[in-house]
């Protein structure tokens, strides 16, 4: 897994071998993952849910934009479009900030599991991530405006 990160439509993932959430299901731990994957989906057997997670809300790739939940990345030598999800995820409308969806399904997991219960957590946020070309930067209009004092606008969107 050394080198340039994972394209979208590579055939390559992480290697075979158990990783801590798997270690944790045998210490009896439910396992959850929201967001950011990154780590192979070209067959079923790298995504979360077959690595020991007994969940995963979020996105197999590098990066999603921020509203409409749409990878464009590179496919070999040219540019492609590929849609992650073909409707939003549950509970959410196309106009859901996806660091307010990842967000949100953390505190529900949270929130609805049982104290007396082992939880192992992991959240990878969309949101120390650029989107795609076109629309790299992505936020609230309502949080851009907390950041006024922030003269360029990237930086303002980014902050």
């Known amino acids: 897994m050394q080198g340039y ?6 055939p390559r993932g992480l290697p075979p071998g158990k990783l801590l959430p798997e270690y944790l299901r045998d ?5 959850r993952a929201i967001g950011k994957w990154h780590l192979g989906f070209y ?5 979360p849910t077959y690595r020991g997670f007994d969940s995963h809300l979020g996105y197999w790739t590098g990066f999603v934009s921020y509203y409409d939940y749409i990878l464009q990345d590179k496919t070999g030598n040219s540019t492609g479009s590929t849609s992650v999800a ?15 969806v990842f967000t949100d399904e953390a505190v529900r997991l949270i929130s609805n599991h049982r104290e007396t219960e082992p939880l192992f957590l992991y959240l990878a946020h ?3 991530h650029a989107g795609n070309k076109g629309k790299l930067l992505e936020a609230p209009q309502e949080v851009i405006n907390k950041f006024d004092y922030i003269a360029d606008p990237n930086r303002r969107t980014y902050a």
Not at 5 to 10: D, K, M, Q, R, T
């Open 5 to 10: 990160p994972l394209l979208g439509a590579e």
């Open 27 to 31: 210490l009896g731990y439910t396992n």
């Open 43 to 47: 067959k079923r057997e790298l995504t």
């Open 86 to 100: 073909t409707s939003p995820w549950p509970g959410t409308s196309w106009d859901n900030y996806a660091t307010d």
């Open 126 to 128: 969309l949101a120390p």
